[in-house]
């Protein structure tokens, strides 16, 4: 299948059609191929990093007003977690697969030998830019119904939203009940290209390093740390149980 009929098949999963197509090409277009076949072009239509930070803002309002016609009863805190579980790189991710972003993505030499486009960050990223793309081609009656109709399944999953919890919080709770202390975050390592780091968090308490975990960012890492240190100390209250 050619690349302009999978446009014409992205489009139909959305359910909106482009009055510009460059908007969607350009979406799709990552930093790496700008780098390599559009250093031409203007910095504003060279590749989709500026379109990605203009769809991670217009995701977070259309799943904010989502939320909140969704769960009347959740208080604000309550809503920013669920924000936070329905908006991050895992989900956004998955929608991806489902709609084959994968196969259209534009690429740079290098990010096509290592399999950038199966890349969870390159490919929530590029969802993002799309986002984005529908939002300047069509306005915000254009995109919130994209947005509400792609994340369907995933608000039909109730339980699993209001039961989220921030990793951070369970953690801190745990600490301060147990040790009285708060355990602090710290960064001890990041690699790879500036487009797609890992980061690596050490979590501690005063005198102990309860655990590390890597991420796709600073926040999502310390997530990660969070709920391995909440795995650990579990794993030690199950032991001292046990001896008693």
Known sequence: MNSEMNLEKLQDQLGYRFGDL?????SLTHV???HEFNIDKPLALRDNERLEYLGDAVLDLVISDLLLESFPEAAEGQLSKMRAAV????????ITKSIRLSELILLGKGEQRTGGNQKPSILSSAFEALIAAIYIDGGFNAVYPVVRFMFAPIFKEENHIISFQDHKTKLQEKVQG????TPTYHLISSRGPDHAKIFEIEVRTADRVLASADGPSKKEAEQNAARAAMEVLMSETAGEDHQS
Not at 22 to 26: A, E, M, N, W
């Open 22 to 26: 460059r908007l969607l090409r350009q």
């Open 32 to 34: 790496s191929y700008g």
């Open 87 to 94: 908006v991050n790189e895992k989900t956004l991710y998955e």
């Open 178 to 181: 147990k040790l009285r202390v």
